[in-house]
Antibody, heavy 117, light 108 residues
């Protein structure tokens, strides 16, 4: 059974850093397209970043230069390193699997990041 | 950037009603469109991919159609468990993805 479990969210001050984790089971992270998608409170979905099976990484303009997506193949885990956090980064962050690049077929339950002083 | 506009932003319908949601792209995206369902407090769930293909395990009352710039998502007979927010998502300009703003569906 495919499962994605995010962790690492919390309350952080503006300018701070946080690392989110997404532990996967039932499939191999490195063989799939893995994304982070966020949802600000009461708002819609926003794609944040993707790492391809080949290792290429891509980011939304809103987070480029501040966020870094990575994976640990030995732990079958996806990460999102978030630096220079801003109030507008406050959201539930979901990790999502794409068995193809076209869509997200499995999602985690999400982890809430709150950026506030 | 490709913009996705969903309509309506919210709608209220009765059990058994046929429900239709539209999604319009700001440029031609062929059939590069997916639909997701998000129930309150839950993660999104893939329902339709490539505009018209039903994801495995999704009830057949859900369907999608369209190509180019205009797309339609339909629930043929609304059930109480269909209460959710529905999102379209385009993948024409990979590696980036864009979602519509969502349509909140309520029971009348």
């Amino acid at each position: 059974e495919v499962q994605l479990v995010e962790s690492g969210g919390g309350l952080i001050q503006p300018g701070g850093s946080l690392r989110l984790s997404c532990a996967a089971s039932g499939f191999t992270v490195s063989s799939n397209y893995m994304s982070w998608v966020r949802q600000a409170p009461g708002k819609g979905l926003e794609w944040v970043s993707v790492i391809y099976s080949g290792g290429s990484t891509y980011y939304a303009d809103s987070v480029k230069g501040r966020f870094t997506i990575s994976r640990d193949n030995s732990k079958n885990t996806l990460y999102l390193q978030m630096n220079s956090l801003r109030a507008e980064d406050t959201a539930v962050y979901y990790c999502a699997r794409g068995i193809t690049r076209r869509y997200f077929d499995y999602w985690g339950q999400g982890t809430l990041v709150t950026v506030s002083s | 950037d490709i913009q996705m506009t969903q309509s309506p932003s919210s709608l209220s319908a009765s059990v058994g009603d046929r429900v239709t949601i539209t999604c319009q792209a700001s440029q031609d995206i062929s059939n590069y469109l997916n639909w997701y369902q998000q129930k309150p407090g839950k993660a999104p769930k893939l329902l339709i991919y490539d505009a018209s293909n039903l994801e495995t395990g999704v009830p057949s009352r859900f369907s999608g159609s369209g190509s180019g710039t205009d797309f339609t998502f339909t629930i043929s007979s609304l059930q109480p468990e269909d209460i959710a927010t529905y999102y379209c998502q385009q993948y024409d300009n990979l590696p980036r993805y864009t979602f519509g703003q969502g349509t909140k569906l309520e029971i009348k």
